[in-house]
């Protein structure tokens, strides 16, 4: 299997989670407040607006199950910045 | 306009502590104030703006000059946008154009506050309706910004657009910021007077107190938002230094053709003035991704904020007696 | 019973804020009241009861009258999750009925200060023991569901028997909740009338301020639970609305049949019928991971809490005055 | 070596690194106050009680440690919930 | 010195919260104050402590008598840590040496406010100016730990010594407490008695009950922290106590020697006395790493700071009767 | 490419992002006040003193550049304490 972890702003999260449930990504984990520095700079978590806040979601998901997913994913990091990271691991 | 009207603005705890949260940033002090803590503040002057307006509503009721002021109010918060987005135009792209008029056209409450507190501090009357035109300034520069999206800017979203709507609709009006001050606001006029005594010790007695922890935490933010602003250009320091004069001269003139009172004329400036930094940055974000906040938010937090609670307030009060006498 | 008693209730500012926190959720605003704020609040409040009750009682001293009060709550606490237990095990598996029969034997700590709140309000004069009585009722419930899971019930968890009956035991008397706000009780009858005096400015002055703030989050939460009702069945969500009535009359009658006074009497109707949401769902999480906390927290979050601050407050207020006149 | 992640109830934690003990595990590291959706539902930090909030916890370990350790926490997730990630990693 | 005097010192809620912290860890509850609550209570005590300060000096002025307990101050704090060094070095490593005797050369701003509360319970007079005397006593241990590091030791970071030699005197001077405290400090003089008026309701009034809920989490921590001791060996638990009321008693002689009055003499003693956990730890782990903080930290927050607020306090308030009558 | 996680106490966040800087590392998260057991006992973050809070800091980076930061690395965690994990990721 695979895990995928999104490392995006947090205003994102719920239009990331839309993405997961179209591909019907069975379950995730969700990581508030991490900061965080990449190609839009830094990102810090301590901000009056939240709006410079990065959130950090994964997913261990079946290999196909992160092929469908693979282009939604990348266009949805192209719109709206952030990072996807993919390793492999099992569940137990 | 002499040096004592600044001085007594600036020599308030609350705007000392703003200028002392800068100084531990350029001092690379390590003074922080880690989330949660600076949205319990915010939360808290939200609700405490929110009852105390409420009360005070209840206690005057809705006269006509009251529902002037609150007109003006709207007409300047639907103006300001607009005009800002053509003068922006001029130098930058349409998706920044559109965050950062949206971002100039809504409201900054602290920066309301700061006001209010200069306005006690100096024995100058306010009505407490004020903090409704403050509420009903919130949303219109977003749902503005919505529009001018749609005209003028193709936008990755365009897709899946009817959700976009409602949820930026949603963004706009029921933001956590709009929806806890209109529903304290609600709260505060529902239970009077008996209802603020209940909750006075808490969100009347401690305001400013409050205020001056959250302006150390808006001092830390706008610093660390200021190495940023070499990137932003000339063109836009200059927008977000020019653009709440003109905005307050506007709001100024045209409550005096309208005979709005002194203090209210003077709040109805500020607000005009005044940049949000938390309601619309999020909604531009969600709604116009291509935009940068690493321009719209330094830009108010770095700029704006800060010369509005120091300069702008002596200055905005300044202009007002001028007319006012 | 007429609408005016009920809207005493409901017209004051922490029942409003915890409607407005429902609103909030049901409108989709993004409001939330992020950890660690809520266990501010939790802390704040339960030393702020704790002291208080201490300190009246260090005035009162302990007669036979507050005697027979606690020795109510106690058996009322005691009485209520067994006859519970049996009538869930009609319709229910027995992990359920457990943890559930043990959630609505406890208490909730907000739903008492509500009560008293009220009490203030309408003028109705209370002992400031009831605090002690609120302390001794939280934990006897989760004994009783403990005993039952090992009298009706195979867990789990039954190998390592020894350490869990340790850990439960301290769940149940040692929880933070608990061990708070009796070590609160203790520094205020040991420090008394001085100490109160010192503490008086937060945990007195700032009292209602700070629940409408917790009321505030228990609405979001109570809200964000309610879809979950629709997988709890109609049976079980009747019984989260009939049992806290049934739980009040008895401790009605049983207060009247022992002369306790009227506020007090209101009082230990209030807390037979509230149901907990911190103490017990945690502590039968640990000893009944059988059981569903699906189940047991919204019904006690999104159906027993509401009902009791809105209409269950005036409800059994109402049943007392038909009694005592 | 192995890279275990687990993701619990909050309240169970003090009964797994009794698991990890027992399996000599001789590191970890606590990540508290995540949220996360699988089998159970939604699980919200942001809660008034702490009942509903998960924790992650992960340890690198050597291979066999995670062999033997298997079975307990097979166990373990059967009794009270929860999702166990493994991968391959080292320290360095 | 008679039993008396301890209790009228342990019967105040705030040092009462701090033995319910430590008795939750030892009955094992569950009870925690997450980060970053502490962190709040923290900025608000030295924010508290600064501007009240400030104000007192705003109405005082600087008298020779404050210029010699300031001077007093600076001297105490730098010669306990060279004599503390001097002491340890016959037992434990360099390293070690070092971070333990910067961390009792300095001061714990806690111990301060509650011998503060403890003269204002017995009704003792004391100067506001202490304040900047605590200020003054933080940083000067930290630069003398560096200089003995530099003397001494060959630390592991010996290559960018440059950019180390600026992050630790940026660490001793501008660390968050010494610039929140200052900065602070200087505001309530800069605003004076107008300035403290608007902040006194939060910053004066809850002053107390603040420092109850944080000594209640002081008390857990220095609990959690004493079964490290075991560890740290009876020499070490030995200086932990004794050296205290070294300090102390040498503080006591200085302050008569130079017509000190009774309360500022006693709050000088007690700072000698003090150990810092915060500022100190953390400029040692940066710039000693070598340095066992499993050691430095256990000796300062679970023998030291105890054996201060419990019988510290009355110790050397009962040596100063002895000499001032 | 690799994923490099790295568990320091935090006060030494700042000389890790140093070593990061010079080795040239385009991207990083950080998760704040984890908590964690090792080789220097229990590091809680609910503390008073922020002295024994950790912090996790995790890169995914080119096999090189993580060949050319070991050495840094190690000399790092061997000063200060701490873990470094290493495996393979690789970014969508
Ligand atoms: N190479 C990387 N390794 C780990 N995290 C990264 C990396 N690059 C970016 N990130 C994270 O992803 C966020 C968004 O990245 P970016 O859109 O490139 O700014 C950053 O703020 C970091 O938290
Ligand atoms: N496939 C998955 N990938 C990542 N995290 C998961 C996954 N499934 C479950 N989780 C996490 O594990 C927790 C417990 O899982 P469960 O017991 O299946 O509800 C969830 O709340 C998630 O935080
Ligand atoms: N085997 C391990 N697996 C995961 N995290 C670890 C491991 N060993 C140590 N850690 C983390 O690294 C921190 C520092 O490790 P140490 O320097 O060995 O005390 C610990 O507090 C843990 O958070
Ligand atoms: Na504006
Ligand atoms: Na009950
Ligand atoms: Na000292």
């Not at chain 2, 150390?216 to 836009?236: C, P, Q, S, T, Y």
């Amino acid at each position: 299997m695979k895990k995928v972890e999104v490392i995006i702003e947090s205003v994102y999260i719920k239009r990331l989670l839309k993405v997961f449930k179209k591909h019907k990504i069975g379950g995730y984990t969700v990581i508030k407040d991490v900061e965080g520095y990449g190609g839009h700079g830094f990102q810090t978590a301590d901000d009056v607006s939240d709006v410079l806040s990065n959130i950090l979601v994964f997913s261990v998901c079946k290999k196909e199950l992160l092929e469908n997913m693979k282009d939604d994913l990348k266009k949805f990091l192209e719109t709206y910045g952030g990072k996807c990271i993919v390793s492999d691991a099992t569940l137990l | 306009m002499n040096i004592d009207i600044i001085l007594q603005n600036m020599l308030n705890p609350p705007v000392l502590f703003f200028f002392l949260g800068m100084l531990a940033i350029f001092l690379k002090s390590d003074l922080t104030i880690p989330q949660p803590l600076p949205k319990l503040f915010s939360l808290y002057l939200l609700i405490a703006i929110g009852l105390h307006g409420g009360h005070e509503l209840s206690q005057s009721g809705v006269s006509t000059y009251i529902f002037k002021a609150l007109l003006i109010a709207v007409v300047m918060s639907m103006l300001v946008p607009v005009y800002s987005f053509f003068i922006l135009r001029m130098k930058i792209d349409v998706y920044n154009a559109i965050a950062i008029a949206a971002t100039f056209g809504s409201i900054s409450a602290v920066t309301f506050i700061t006001g209010i507190t200069y306005l006690d501090t100096i024995g100058v009357a306010h009505g407490g309706f004020m903090v409704a035109s403050m509420a009903l300034m919130e949303s219109p520069a977003i749902v503005i910004g919505l529009v001018f999206a749609a005209l003028f800017a193709k936008s990755a979203d365009a897709e899946d657009e009817n959700t976009s709507i409602k949820e930026i609709l949603r963004e706009a009006f029921l933001n956590p910021s709009v929806f806890l001050l209109i529903g304290a606001l609600a709260i505060g006029i529902l239970t009077g007077d008996k209802g603020w005594h209940s909750m006075e010790p808490l969100f009347g007695t401690l305001f400013k107190g409050m205020l001056a922890f959250f302006l150390l935490d808006m001092g830390l933010v706008a610093a660390r938002k200021i190495h940023e602003l070499k990137k932003v250009g000339m063109f836009l320091i200059g927008f977000a230094l020019v653009m709440p004069m003109v905005n307050a001269s506007v709001a100024v003139a045209v409550a005096y053709f309208f005979g709005i009172e002194k203090g209210d004329a003077f709040l109805l400036a500020l607000l005009s003035a005044s940049a949000s930094y938390i309601a619309v940055p999020a909604a531009m974000r969600l709604s116009v991704p291509e935009a940068n906040p690493g321009i719209y938010l330094p830009l108010s937090l770095a700029v704006t904020f800060p010369f509005n609670i120091s300069l702008g307030i002596p200055l905005y009060y300044y202009m007002i007696t001028t007319f006012w006498g």
